[in-house]
């Protein structure tokens, strides 16, 4: 069973910053892109940042080029999301997600909140 479990969101102050985690199991995790997608208040979801299987390629939007840094641990099943410089506009749910077995397969997410 697919199971991608999302933390380390929380209130930061802007200008702060925050790392998140997605801890994966029940599939072969090192052979798998992973996605972090994200969604603020009233909009839809849009992807963040995603890292090819060995890490080797990743890619971002255009809103967090140069603030955040997606990496893999695939030693421990977990992919990060280091986030620097955040802004109110940064304010969302947070997940992360795979494309596994035809479908795409979502954690629960983690709340940034992102004020003074």
């Known amino acids: 069973q697919v199971q991608l479990v999302e933390s380390g969101g929380g209130l930061v102050q802007p200008g702060g910053s925050l790392r998140l985690s997605c801890s994966a199991s029940?599939?072969?995790?090192?052979?798998?892109?992973m996605n972090w997608y994200r969604q603020g208040p009233g909009k839809e979801r849009e992807l963040v940042a995603d890292i090819s299987g060995f890490g080797t390629t990743t890619n971002y939007a255009d809103f967090v080029k140069g603030r955040f840094t997606i990496s893999r641990d695939n030693a421990k099943n977990t992919v990060y999301l280091q986030m620097n410089s955040l802004k109110p506009e940064d304010t969302a749910v947070y997940y992360c997600?795979?494309?596994?077995?035809?479908?795409?397969?979502w954690g629960k997410g983690t709340l940034v909140t992102v004020s003074s």
């Open positions: 029940g599939f072969p995790f090192s052979r798998y892109s």
């Open positions: 997600m795979t494309y596994y077995n035809d479908r795409n397969r």
